[in-house]
């Protein structure tokens, strides 16, 4: 990281002193990381770079006066890595560009950093370096640097007609969890199990990796904005469709505070964002090879590839119907929007 000026220099320390001690030996790639202008990286053959870069917003992804900093120091890494996983890589950096107001500059600076820093151990990507600034709101922009092996990615654009289409986990606590959060008064515990899912999200890396290494996946993305959001994003790639069997998706058992939400999961399943999941889809003959959970976290069929360039829900009394996009949208205005 540049030298700034002293008051912007003091949040630079606590930075610095945060990761001073990084894990050694997690990423050898790393030959210089902060300190000087620029991190360097040996880059090496046989092996592509994958690069991906996130935003995680005050008011738009977290609320300061609800969400701990720990939570979202933890979070805003996690949710870029997701991208590294997606594409079946390994994270080996990531750059961290950080705006936040002097009133922030202390205890919660401090806390951010506690929760990002366990994030950065937890994934082994440690950081090589970033920027930061003075501003009213709280704006954090993490960069991810990663590698995959020369043509080993999967990408969103590989699905055929006639594969199956998979998810890992389960699909929706962390929307339920979102909105436990939004109708608490104050700040929230980020201790709650029954909000893990929301507040502290893991990337599915392993699982991605194997996928990609045994070539087992076809097309793959993480679940990010909700799988009515982003199934037809990974259609539109392969110029394909899909039929989705409701009665197939994997919700979630919600318990405490979050159980209100019970009555909503399918919904929740279908919409709701945050999950940092894998879609994946596998050919017929390849998914006689997928096991039925990969470290823990269970691997469901939800539906298969269509030729018709649609997304089709077929409700549980088989009833067909259009799927729209209700998922997360940035950019959406009216009842919608998040």
Not at 98 to 114: I, K
Not at 248 to 254: A, E, F
Not at 273 to 286: A, P, Q
Request: glycine share 10%; proline share 4%.
């Amino acid at each position: 990281m540049s030298v700034k000026p002293s008051s912007e220099n003091t949040v630079l320390q606590k930075i610095v002193r945060a990761f001073r001690t990084q894990p050694s030996g997690v990423n050898r790639s790393l030959k210089l990381s902060m300190g000087d202008d620029a991190a360097l990286l040996r880059l090496r053959s046989n092996n592509e770079e994958v690069l991906t870069c996130d935003w995680f917003l005050e008011g738009t992804h977290f609320l300061r006066d609800k969400h701990l900093p720990d939570s979202i120091g933890w979070k805003c890494l996690a949710r870029a890595v997701s991208d590294i996983a997606a594409m079946g890589g390994r994270p080996k950096c990531f750059l961290l560009s950080l705006a936040l107001p002097t009133s922030h500059a202390g205890t919660w600076l401090v806390q951010f950093l506690g929760g990002l820093r366990r994030a950065s151990r937890k994934l082994h990507c440690p950081l090589a370096g970033g920027d930061t600034t003075k501003r009213d709101e709280i704006l954090i922009n993490i960069t991810v640097v990663g590698e995959v092996a020369a043509d080993g990615a999967v990408l969103r654009s590989g699905a055929k007609v006639g594969d199956f289409v998979y998810v890992s986990g389960t699909l929706g606590e962390a929307e339920a969890g979102l909105r436990m959060v939004r109708a608490a008064r104050g700040r929230i515990d980020s201790k709650s199990a029954s909000l893990k899912k929301h507040l502290y999200p893991v990337p599915r890396l392993r699982l991605g990796q194997w996928l990609a290494e045994k070539r087992i996946a076809s097309a793959m993305m993480d679940l990010s904005d909700g799988l009515s959001s982003d199934l037809p994003r990974l259609c539109e790639a392969s110029e394909a469709g899909a039929r989705i069997f409701a009665s197939q998706l994997p919700i979630p058992i919600l318990q405490g505070g979050i159980a209100k939400y019970r009555a909503n999961t399918s919904q929740l399943a279908l919409h709701g964002g945050d999950d940092y999941e894998l879609l994946f889809t596998v050919s017929r003959e390849k998914a006689k090879k997928l096991p039925k959970s990969f470290g823990g976290v269970p691997l469901t069929r939800i539906g298969e590839i269509t030729p018709a360039h649609k997304i089709i829900l077929v409700e549980e009394r088989g009833r067909e119907t259009a799927l729209v996009a209700g998922g997360w949208d940035s950019f959406r205005v009216g009842p919608g929007k998040k």
